[in-house]
């Protein structure tokens, strides 16, 4: 069982999960220790679980964003282009770009409307210049359709669960380019799933952790609650 642990900062938080195996990479440590929590999660910031942020859903768990950090990281390069599918409160968003130095584009995609407006206010707390800049481009809509305009990406990011292969997304993938999506019904099983495109456009898959993240679905069912 996986045991939750409490941090008094984001140094100490990104260090514990440095000491767990969860941060691997310089470049994780750094973009994650310049996205304050705090800004994001309002409770309990640098506790490493998920934190409701209203709407039925939640701000995924700190080691959650330094596992998905580190799958996407030789994707996450300046002056390239990744798409963020149900940004939420903005947190991975921002880290994203800080991965690409601020010198790449990320765009965002978030259903709920409410949410939008949320992430806004916390990204612009400490990296309004992100988004004045449009190196985070914030998006409301149907993240299952990914983001057409702005193809194709380096790497998406998906941070709630497809219940089938998501092939729209991978199709909007660049040659070179990964996905990192969790797949699986509600209460089946879910897992992290990798869908590497290579250069001549052959995809190939790979399935790792074991999650447990709120469906990929529509606006109605998730205000409903009934997953
Ligand atoms: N990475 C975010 C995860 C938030 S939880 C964070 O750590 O803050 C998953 C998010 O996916 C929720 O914000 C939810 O509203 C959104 N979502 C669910 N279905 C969606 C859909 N069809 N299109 C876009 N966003 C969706």
Do not use: W
């Not at 440590?29 to 996205?35: D, G, Q, S, T």
């Not at 199709?171 to 799933?193: A, F, H, M, S, T």
């Amino acid at each position: 069982m996986f045991f939750h642990s409490s941090y008094n900062s984001m140094r100490d938080l990104c260090n514990g999960l440095k000491d767990k195996g969860y941060i691997q990479s310089d470049r994780v440590y750094k973009a994650l220790i310049n996205v304050d929590r705090v800004d994001f999660a309002p409770m309990g910031p640098y506790e490493d679980r998920p934190q409701p942020i209203n709407y039925n859903v939640t701000i995924s768990a700190p080691h959650m964003h330094a596992y998905c950090l580190e799958l996407l990281k030789d994707h996450l390069k300046p002056n390239g282009k990744a798409l963020d599918v149900g940004f939420g409160s903005g947190y991975l968003t921002v880290a994203m770009s800080k991965m690409m130095e601020d010198k790449g584009t990320v765009v965002g995609i978030e259903h709920i409307e409410q949410l939008n407006n949320f992430a806004k206010e916390n990204i612009s707390k400490h990296h309004k210049n992100l988004l004045d800049e449009n190196k985070i481009i914030l998006q409301c809509g149907d993240g299952r359709k990914g983001y057409e305009k702005f193809k194709p990406y380096n790497c998406i990011h998906v941070g709630a669960a497809s219940e089938e292969r998501p092939q729209t997304l991978i199709d909007q993938l660049d040659l070179g380019g990964r996905l990192v999506v969790p797949v699986g019904k509600p209460n089946e099983g879910q897992y992290i799933y990798i869908f590497d495109k290579d250069q001549n456009g052959k995809v190939t898959e790979r399935k790792e952790l074991s999650v447990r993240y709120v469906p990929l679905t529509d606006v109605d069912i998730q205000l409903s609650g009934n997953y």
